[in-house]
């Protein structure tokens, strides 16, 4: 049944009416005491009256204002930022009037309920982006405190205090930055930085924000990590040195000794001791290159390995033959300390070839005439063999055994070019070895000898 104010009124003006009619009537059969109207009767009635009246307000002032009052604390609520809590949110009325208010309220709350909702989601989700990106990410107030800053910034930046202000970071990033300069920059362009914290190179991007009416809000920070695209910056520059440099002396001496032969006035004898020359310094500038170009090959996946199963004893026996004369030439004692037994290796059969080479030239260079060169081969496990080549040379220095695959690390550079070395022979063993599924470990002590163990699958997987 719908009710409205109106009907409430009217109805209970009618009911008062009746009681004040039916109450006189019986005053006047019984009670009503004509000679003393503030007699104990007349007061009782009069009593009654204030009773029936105060219940008849309450009644009323509960169904009109209760409704009322529910929409306002909601409404308060709304205002001060807050949703209604879940209790406040359902109005119940059956009065007409009010029927369309409550109606407009509960919509009005759902609708804020689903905004703040899509609000706070959009706020977590930049939170969950912010606080797992690799950048480091601060912004700055116009007071120059910071009102933000994630996970990374403060690893990066070594920072465990977020009351740190802007000028406190520009310290610790040892760069002097304007404030005002940036929140002033043209056209919302931004300003970067390159610094260092200890072995960490970082970018640092400045760049104000705004508000949506375009108040200037402050800065943000953006902080990057570059250290190994400086590395790998500074490895292309020094390859790039490096191998300038290498071409550079042999291209000396074969211009030097060619313009001496053209020149004339050179006994037969001359002419065939610096053509020698040209010839030594042309073919360390063909191994130069050709090394280089397997390399490039290599970083450029475009080797293909064709692992087979080989007899380990005949592969070692094989390189031996190739690197006699040059073992001889020192003076140097080789000895093969493997048995018949010694498992089979599965690799490609070039590769193993040159690493095994590569190792034994190192060994015969680096090592004084009349050296004692020994191979060791045997089994690791039942699936892995190991292949060691041991020498009594001058050794490597514990400091640089952890650089010595890198290319063109030598230790002694003037040494090691004077016996024709280019300082690739090791980097190209480690691709190889990594490239047929090996492992390879050097072990040297200076003026001792060095030990070079290389590990490779012993069947086929
Ligand atoms: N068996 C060894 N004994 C002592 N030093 C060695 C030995 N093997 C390598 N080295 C050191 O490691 C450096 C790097 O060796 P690597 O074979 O890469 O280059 P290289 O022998 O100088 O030149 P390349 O092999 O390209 O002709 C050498 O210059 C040398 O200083
Ligand atoms: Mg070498």
């Not at 400086?230 to 292309?236: F, I, P, S, Y």
């Amino acid at each position: 049944m719908k009710i409205s104010i109106k009907k409430i009124i009217r109805a209970m003006s009618i009911i008062m009416v009746v009681i004040v009619y039916i109450t006189t009537i019986l005053l006047s059969k019984f009670l009503i005491d004509t000679d003393n109207i503030f007699s104990v009767n007349n007061l009782i009635m009069l009593l009654i009256y204030v009773v029936l009246a105060y219940l008849a307000s309450v009644i009323i002032s509960n169904k009109v204002v209760s409704p009322l009052k529910r929409v306002e604390k909601g409404m308060k609520q709304v205002s001060e930022g807050r949703l209604p809590e879940k209790s406040k949110l359902k109005v119940h009325t059956n009065l007409e009037e009010y029927k369309s208010l409550v109606d407009t309220y509960s919509s009005m709350v759902s609708v804020i309920k689903k905004n703040t909702f899509d609000l706070n989601s959009q706020e977590s989700k930049t939170e969950i982006i912010l606080e797992h990106m690799a950048d480091g990410v601060i912004a700055f107030s116009m007071a120059k405190q910071v009102v933000h800053i994630n996970k990374a910034a403060m690893r990066l930046l070594n920072i465990t205090d977020a009351l740190i202000n802007f000028d406190d970071i520009c310290k610790r990033l040892n760069l002097t930055v304007d404030y005002d300069q940036i929140m002033y920059l043209p056209n919302y362009q931004s300003l970067e930085a390159k610094t260092e914290i200890g072995d960490t190179a970082l970018s640092v991007v400045f760049a104000p924000f705004f508000s949506d009416e375009l108040n200037p809000l402050g800065i943000i920070m953006i902080v990057r990590n570059i250290t190994d695209s400086v590395k790998t910056d500074n490895v292309r520059k020094e390859f790039v040195a490096n191998v300038s440099h290498e071409l550079k002396t042999p291209l000396t001496s074969i211009r030097g000794y060619s313009e001496t032969i053209m020149n004339g006035d050179l006994t037969y004898q001359e002419i065939v001791k610096f053509s020698k020359v040209i010839n030594q310094e042309a073919i360390r500038m063909q191994k130069l290159v050709s090394d280089l170009l397997q390399l490039s090959r290599m970083d450029y996946n475009k080797v293909s390995y064709n692992p087979i199963l080989l007899n380990t004893l005949e592969v070692i026996k094989k390189v031996y033959e190739k690197i006699r004369f040059e073992a001889e030439e020192k003076h140097h004692k080789i000895e093969i300390n493997c048995s018949e037994l010694v498992p089979n290796i599965f690799i490609d059969k070039g590769a193993i070839e040159q690493i095994l080479i590569n190792i034994l030239t190192n060994s015969i260079k680096y090592t004084p005439e009349g050296g004692l060169i020994r191979i060791y081969a045997g089994a690791v496990d039942e699936n892995r063999m190991y292949i060691k080549i041991v020498d009594n040379g001058i050794g490597i220095p514990q400091k640089d055994l952890e650089r010595i695959y890198e290319r063109f690390y030598r230790v002694d550079k003037a040494r090691s070019r004077k016996m024709g070395g280019t300082g690739l022979g090791l980097s190209i063993v480690k691709e190889m070895v990594d490239g047929n599924h090996g492992q390879i470990n050097i072990d040297s002590k200076l003026n001792e000898g060095t030990e070079v163990t290389v590990v490779f699958p012993s069947r086929k997987e």
